[in-house]
């Protein structure tokens, strides 16, 4: 049963992966289709999209995947505190918990979790940074400021005093949370990009042939800031991931018995030279994840470049 | 084709386009400009860099943006409308549709994360109800028009794949998608190479010819303005100093700045070992110098040039020049008396 839903995970990563892989190469001359392929090139940036795949497919069929439910504790006397085994690959933990199902799931929740905050960052930091580059002057100025000011409150610690005051904090709440500190460097970047974008040729030849603000926008401005904030996108889920670790480490981030990979790294903390494998696995999840995320935004930088887009 | 009868398709008065750069620096770019752009005509507008000719073209658009401002009292009419007057809504619906215009640099007056074919389709869009498909048909036959080979494949491709010369007939194009009745061309062939530069000089021509529209033609470059241009006005500093028909302005131009632009000129059987340049460079337009603005770049200037400022003096028919050598012919010396011999 658990054996063909983890064949199945890996058929579909092959499938998707192998996908990639074998589409084929930039006939069309679309700026993505270029980058697409450039990307593709470079191996350690491949190498780290498939493993994201990997634990996307994972994060989502982790019901299947998973031998034992995350939070059932059959016998806290005779089960806890396993070291890996056959019938328990990452051990269990101090609650007899199975680490390994509930590092599955962990990956449902820290990677729902960081993926729906960045949504949340890059919409409202891509609007923002958009208004205040396109309208620009006075407006500009104001906008930015609050931005300076924004930054100057260092996030984790307005992060723990919020979170500390409104325990237990619900799922969503949390994402709109790190979502809603963690905008201003998209909107910064974006709003750099307006600025040099607005006063190009291409916004004055719309501009002489009708366009109105709103099709400028839409169609010379935003299309052309999309390939920074893909990048910062992608760099900011692995900041995201470790923000929210941190939170959960702390405990007041994601609420056990829920698991995510760091309460999960809180649970054995306090006897991590003993009982090593229950923060370790954890523990390396996010390593792993984290690196991928950075290696693959590293790519996409390279890829997404305009520079060598011309010409 | 310019008979007294016929108004004029676009008709500048006192221009003024200044930008108020904080403090009490101004900087008066365009200074009183007046001309006319009859329909059918191409009129040439030529002058240096930094003498307000492209802010000119901007301004009959207003597409200046602050800190720049066309001064009250000035008055653009086109077919019959005052264009200073009318609301952002009315004036967008003239750009692109009435009066379009193209750039000089077509790799960077187009967006590079579009097809080509979807970027003029646009423009049929944005000047009214047409479906995605009528437009892209329109772009491409319009493609056609403009002389692009197999405009269906051109189309599909963005302007990267594109040469210069094909990316500047895309945006002639997109330019002429909605047979506007005065095309300004702001150094349209500066960016290409020459033997392209003619091919896109002749394309414009032949395009007026079939569908009939007037061009107001910016350059620095005499040599375009002589191969395409029916009337000429020369711009120096934020003003126009002298308007004449092409081929008089050639055989006998009358003011000083004028003549040092023809003689800048390389010619076929040129002897010179170095080109004649005009001495200095266009004043700051925050302090233009008092009196006539070219004096101290002026190989003739005496006391008057100075301190009075030069009205535009008639010379002949047609013929204007902003020169006290209109009153005062004698003090051109005999080497240089080409243009005043003419000067009745």
């Known amino acids: 049963m658990h054996t063909l839903a983890w064949i199945a995970a890996a058929v579909l990563t092959t499938l998707i992966c192998g996908a990639v892989a074998r589409a084929g190469d930039s006939e069309s001359g679309s700026p993505w289709r270029i980058a697409f392929t450039r990307l593709r090139a470079n191996r350690p940036a491949f190498a780290a999209l498939c493993v994201i795949v990997a634990l996307l497919v994972i994060a989502a069929l982790a019901p299947w995947l998973a031998p034992y439910s995350p939070i059932a504790q059959p016998d806290i006397i005779r089960l806890k505190n396993l070291p890996p085994s056959l019938a328990h690959p990452f051990g269990t933990d101090f609650a007899s918990r199975d680490v390994f199902s509930r590092a599955l799931y962990g990956a449902r929740v820290s990677l729902s979790v960081a993926l729906l905050a960045i949504v949340v960052s890059a919409s409202v930091g891509t609007a923002y940074g958009a208004i205040a580059g396109y309208v620009g002057g006075r407006v500009d100025s104001i906008m930015m400021r609050l931005i300076d000011a924004a930054l100057s409150v260092p996030r984790i610690l307005l992060l723990i005093a919020v979170l500390a005051l409104w325990a237990p904090v619900p799922l969503p709440a949390l994402i709109l949370l790190l979502g809603l500190t963690g905008w201003f460097g998209v909107s910064r970047v974006v709003r750099a990009q307006v600025l040099s974008l607005r006063e190009r040729d291409m916004v004055v030849a719309a501009r002489a042939l009708g366009a109105n603000d709103r099709q400028i926008l839409w169609r010379h401005i935003l299309p052309n800031v999309l390939s920074p904030v893909i990048v910062s996108i992608t760099l900011g889920i692995a900041n995201v991931l470790i923000v929210e670790a941190g939170l959960s480490y702390l405990g007041v981030g994601v609420r056990p018995p829920s698991a995510s990979w760091g309460n999960m790294i809180l649970d054995g903390a306090d006897e991590i030279a003993s009982l090593w494998w229950i923060a370790t696995f954890p523990g390396l999840a996010i390593v792993l994840t984290v690196m991928a995320f950075n290696l693959l935004g590293d790519g996409l930088r390279d890829a997404l470049d305009p520079r060598q887009v011309d010409g | ?344």
């Open chain 2, 1 to 344: 084709m310019t008979s007294p009868a016929t108004p004029p398709l676009l008709s500048v008065r006192d221009l003024s386009t200044w930008f108020h750069t904080g403090g009490h620096e101004v900087a008066r770019a365009v200074d009183g400009v007046s001309f006319d752009v009859m329909p059918n005509e191409t009129v040439g507008l030529v002058g240096e860099s930094g003498c307000g000719k492209s802010v000119t073209s901007l301004s009959i658009l207003r597409l200046i943006e602050r800190p720049g401002r066309i001064e009250p009292g000035s008055r653009i009419e086109f077919e019959g409308r005052d264009l200073l007057s009318l609301d952002d809504r009315s004036i967008r619906a003239i750009r692109g549709n009435r009066i379009s215009m193209i750039f000089q640099e077509p790799m960077t007056s187009l967006n590079p994360v579009f097809t080509v074919g979807d970027q003029i389709a646009e423009v049929v869009r944005v000047h009214g109800p047409a479906s995605r498909r009528e437009a892209w048909e329109r772009a491409v036959d319009m493609l056609q028009q403009v002389g692009v080979p197999a405009p269906a494949e051109r189309a599909r491709e963005y302007p990267h794949q594109l040469s210069g010369g094909l990316r500047q007939r895309a945006m002639i194009a997109m330019a002429l998608m909605m047979h506007p009745a005065l095309l300004i061309a702001d150094e349209p062939t500066t960016a290409l190479d020459v033997t392209i530069q003619a091919q896109i000089l002749e394309l414009l021509a032949a395009l007026q010819a079939r569908v009939g529209m007037s061009i107001l033609l910016i350059t620095h470059d005499l040599g375009v303005i002589a191969e395409a241009a029916s009337r000429v006005l020369v711009m120096y500093a934020g003003q126009i100093v002298e308007e004449a028909p092409v081929r008089r302005l050639f055989a006998s131009a009358h003011h000083p700045y004028t003549e040092g632009l023809l003689t800048a000129m390389p010619r076929l059987g040129d002897r010179r070992e170095r080109l004649t340049v005009i001495p200095g460079s266009v004043p700051s337009p925050a302090e233009w110098p008092a009196g006539c603005r070219f004096h101290d770049r002026c190989a003739y200037a005496w006391e008057r040039c100075r301190v009075e400022a030069p009205p535009l003096y008639r010379i002949g028919t047609g013929h204007v020049s902003r020169c006290h050598l209109a009153e005062e012919p004698h003090r051109r010396p005999a080497a240089g008396a080409r243009g005043a011999a003419s000067a009745t």
